[in-house]
Nanobody, 122 residues
Framework: VQLQASGGGLVQAGGSLRLSCAAS???????MGWFRQAPGQERGFVAA????????YYADSVKGRFTISRDSAKNTVYLQMNSLKPEDTAVYYCAARLGRAFAVAASNFDFWGQGTLVTVSS
């Protein structure tokens, strides 16, 4: 399984970006998630989607601003980020977890893509 993340960049506070994560390979059931890691900090959970049902789960810090979605035909998961803040600056990673249960710990995810840098200027 390979995950390829893209879409990062530099944006002003209040702006928007959309991240994409293309997945190769298929599973019977899995969770796709986004994590982020700022310099000097641990990798933290951002959002996740159940690929089969489409149900979603968000970190409190991004609720109402970020939206995770998936396109089954393209085998791609997206993270639409609106109302960006400087504290959203981080390297963003997509990840896949086999099974149907949501999890927020990075150690519970089985596959990882490379990171994509998001920088939000004030």
């Amino acid at each position: 399984v390979q995950l390829q993340a893209s879409g990062g960049g530099l944006v002003q506070a209040g702006g928007s970006l959309r991240l994409s994560c293309a997945a190769s390979g298929r599973f019977s059931s899995y969770i796709m998630g986004w994590f982020r890691q700022a310099p000097g900090q641990e990798r933290g959970f951002v959002a996740a989607v159940n690929w089969s049902s489409g149900s979603t789960y968000y970190a409190d810090s991004v609720k109402g601003r970020f939206t995770i979605s998936r396109d089954s035909a393209k085998n791609t998961v997206y993270l639409q980020m609106n109302s960006l803040k400087p504290e959203d600056t981080a390297v963003y990673y997509c990840a896949a977890r086999l099974g149907r249960a949501f999890a927020v710990a990075a150690s519970n995810f089985d596959f990882w893509g490379q990171g994509t840098l998001v920088t939000v200027s004030s």
